[in-house]
């Protein structure tokens, strides 16, 4: 066995692509990162992820990022299963069921701009971590024992870089998974979801700092965040054919938020954005000394916040895999074992468990929605069946069965 030399190319400094980094640079492997986005608009990126749940939080420890991001969230133990109309709880569930399992019981509410930011400053100021800020991957090639990768660089000029692997974590529209001829499987959700950022504490009419809320015809998500400003977003359906104008206008969000919970007062609105929802997995996850990872590899529905949390389990998994190929104590081949493991995450636990928490919120049929209320009921009285269901949703399980694959 053979150990590399040259280090790792890593296209795009998302959540996946810097977690990645900081556990390359952990296990002392040479790192190039490259960013499309300058320092000037870097942390001007739209709200997305935040909720960071048990078994992500246990990798955030592992590479040092888990001190920097406690004291900028909010910890939150508890989430709550609630019916829209008349404001009804359905269950409560509570962490504690899973602190004999991990020292995390609960889920850290900590927005994906803040663990960039962090994780940004980490990786610039290690002597082994090349930035490239305002650099732009374009395209790339291999040879057995190289990667030939082109960038737009931030004068503006093309530029070739040398690697001895180049990871795609850039994005749903990975130019590396396109590179690789890689298909892009699965659907696009036909209803689109409006996010809306609004300073109201929920915590007044029952909500905790997470709530997932069913209904027939307008289910949502209630989410709180820390401040400063203090401030919870709240994700409804939206119709695909309207224009976004009659969406996001200040009283089309008023109407939207008043009809749910309401208020004497109108909300103060602080945001919204509008985004379409995709499930899709890719056929492969890599193409010789090429891999792809997080949104480049799977994007998914967000309610159960799971598409970052399991891109980042993708970037530890693989830091993994690659650090010891290049320790010279394991060969390429290993990296199959990656795609085996994250592709069958991907599919199994993430795609299916997204898919079945949307139908679970939006379910149109009585019966089945009642049968869905009281089975909720029931897991979350029973400390067993509440502590499996936990043991599931904070993506511990998920992780389990991942490193049983061989
Ligand atoms: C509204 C919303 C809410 C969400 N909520 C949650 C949640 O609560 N929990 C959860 O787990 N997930 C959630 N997600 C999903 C989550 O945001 C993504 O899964 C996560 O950001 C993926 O991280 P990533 O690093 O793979 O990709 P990204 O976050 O998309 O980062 C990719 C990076 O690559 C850069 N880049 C792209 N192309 C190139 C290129 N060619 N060269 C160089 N750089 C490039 C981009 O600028 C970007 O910085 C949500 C998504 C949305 C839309």
Redesign the pocket.
């Known amino acids: 066995m053979q150990k590399q030399n040259k280090g790792v190319l890593i296209?795009?400094?998302?959540?996946?692509?810097?977690?990645l980094t900081l556990k390359l640079l952990k296990e002392g492997i040479n790192v190039t990162l490259?960013?499309?986005?300058s320092d000037e608009n870097?942390l001007d990126?739209?709200?997305?992820?935040?909720?960071?749940?048990a078994a992500?939080l246990e990798m955030f420890d592992e590479i040092g990022l888990y001190e920097k991001l406690e004291p900028r969230g909010l910890i939150a133990p508890k989430f709550q299963y609630r019916e829209r109309k008349n404001n009804r709880l359905i269950a409560e569930f509570d962490h504690s069921v899973i602190s004999e399992e991990t020292r995390f019981p609960f889920v850290l509410q900590c927005e994906?701009i803040k663990v960039?930011e962090e994780a940004m400053i980490m990786a610039k100021s290690h002597e082994n971590c090349n930035v490239r800020m305002e650099?732009?991957?374009?395209n790339f090639s291999q040879t057995e024992d190289k990667i030939m990768a082109t960038?737009r660089n931030s004068a503006g000029e093309e530029e070739q870089i040398h690697s001895s692997f180049i990871v795609g974590?850039?994005?749903?529209?990975?130019?590396?998974r396109k590179g690789l001829g890689i298909d892009f499987e699965g659907f696009t959700y036909p209803d689109r979801?409006l996010?809306i950022i609004v300073a109201y504490d929920f915590t007044r009419d029952g909500f905790t700092d997470r709530n997932y809320v069913s209904d027939p015809d307008e289910w949502s998500n209630v989410?709180h965040w820390k401040g400063p400003p203090e401030v919870w977003r709240v994700?409804f359906p939206a119709d695909p054919d309207a224009e976004d104008s009659s969406l996001t206008s200040e009283n089309a969000l008023q109407g939207r938020l008043q009809a749910f919970l309401p208020a004497k007062q109108d909300y103060k609105i602080i945001g919204c954005?509008l985004?379409t929802?995709h499930q899709r997995v890719a056929s492969r996850f890599l193409g010789g000394r090429a891999i792809i990872?997080?949104?480049?590899?799977h994007?998914?529905s967000?309610i159960?916040?799971?598409?970052?949390?399991?891109?980042?389990h993708d970037a530890i998994n693989l830091g993994e895999k690659l650090s010891s190929i290049f320790r010279g104590e394991s060969e390429l081949e290993s990296l199959e074992r990656y795609e085996r493991q994250r592709r069958h995450i991907a599919l199994e636990t993430v795609q299916a468990q997204t898919i079945r928490n949307k139908r679970v919120l939006a379910e149109k049929d009585l019966a089945i929605r009642e049968k869905n209320h009281d089975q909720l009921r029931r897991t979350a009285d029973d400390p067993l069946l509440a502590k499996e269901f936990i043991l599931r949703t904070s993506l511990i399980n998920s992780v389990r069965e991942a490193a049983a694959i061989q």
């Not at 974590?169 to 590396?176: A, E, I, K, L, W």
């Not at 990872?293 to 590899?297: H, I, L, V, Y």
């Open positions: 296209a795009g400094a998302g959540p996946v692509g810097l977690c490259l960013e499309c986005l870097f990126q739209i709200p997305r992820a935040g909720s960071n749940h992500t994906r960039i650099t732009t991957l374009l960038v974590t850039d994005g749903g529209r990975s130019v590396v979801v996010n989410f994700h954005n985004y929802v990872a997080g949104d480049a590899a994007v998914n967000p159960g916040g799971m598409g970052m949390n399991s891109g980042i």
